[in-house]
Nanobody, 121 residues
Framework: VQLQASGGGLVQPGGSLRLSCAASKFMLADYAIGWFRQAPGKEREFVASHSWRGDTDYTDAVKGRFTISRDNAKNTVYLQMHPLKPEDTAVYYC????????????????WGQGTLVTVSS
């Protein structure tokens, strides 16, 4: 059971990135998916989630800028980010849960390895 996060990189403020989270050896369609991020010296925080029913949730800091989506045929979840701000700089992680409470990181069982997003001019 594995999650592979990718798509991070260095981008200027106002730019865009699309993160991907691909699953292997299990079907993402059976789980809710969350994206979290961890900036240097800070705790890992909730960013967005996508339930198995299609409900989405976002932390206030990214509402209107980030969009979470999933492609069950590709067994992949995406996080589209635009426009990016310097405060979005962090390592981004995807994770799966069967819990209805999807904002708490302790609800999640399987985590990807993280992908670094750096927003800087």
């Amino acid at each position: 059971v594995q999650l592979q996060a990718s798509g991070g990189g260095l981008v200027q403020p106002g730019g865009s990135l699309r993160l991907s989270c691909a699953a292997s050896k299990f079907m993402l369609a059976d789980y809710a998916i969350g994206w979290f991020r961890q900036a240097p010296g800070k705790e890992r925080e909730f960013v967005a989630s996508h339930s198995w029913r299609g409900d989405t949730d976002y932390t206030d800091a990214v509402k209107g800028r980030f969009t979470i989506s999933r492609d069950n045929a590709k067994n992949t979840v995406y996080l589209q980010m635009h426009p990016l701000k310097p405060e979005d700089t962090a390592v981004y992680y995807c994770a799966t849960t069967t819990s209805r409470y999807q904002r708490g990181r302790f609800s999640y069982d399987v985590w990807g390895q993280g992908t670094l997003v750096t927003v800087s001019s």
